[in-house]
């Protein structure tokens, strides 16, 4: 069973960062991809980032202000937001993909506001 556990949300004022944290724990042998995803009120799920065989790869809208890095000893994967903007509340979302299966943890929230 593989466990993603999220922190780091919280409410924030525009223009400020936030930096995301998702630890992966459980019995595999080696996580492929790890990602970030969001979904806002009323909206569907949507990608943020992703990283994965030496690739990283950003949604339009956060390219430029924010950062996905990834520790690989301690199975955990990073989303640094900057310059953050009220369109960017929403629930975020680690997902992993090991031996070919996604998984994905609880969601934390996101909220930028003034």
């Known amino acids: 069973q593989v466990q993603l556990v999220e922190s780091g949300g919280g409410l924030v004022q525009p223009g400020e960062s936030l930096r995301l944290s998702c630890a992966a724990s459980g019995n595999f042998f080696r996580i492929y991809t790890m990602g970030w995803y969001r979904q806002g009120l009323g909206n569907e799920r949507e990608l943020v980032a992703l990283i994965g065989g030496g690739n990283t790869n950003y949604a339009d809208d956060v390219k430029g202000r924010s950062t996905i890095s990834r520790d690989a000893a301690k199975n955990t994967v990073y989303l640094q937001m900057n310059s953050l903007k009220p369109d960017d509340s929403a629930v975020y979302y680690c997902?992993?993909?090991?031996?070919?299966?996604?998984?994905w943890g609880q969601g934390t929230q996101v909220t930028v506001s003034s």
């Open positions: 997902s992993a993909r090991i031996s070919g299966a996604d998984y």
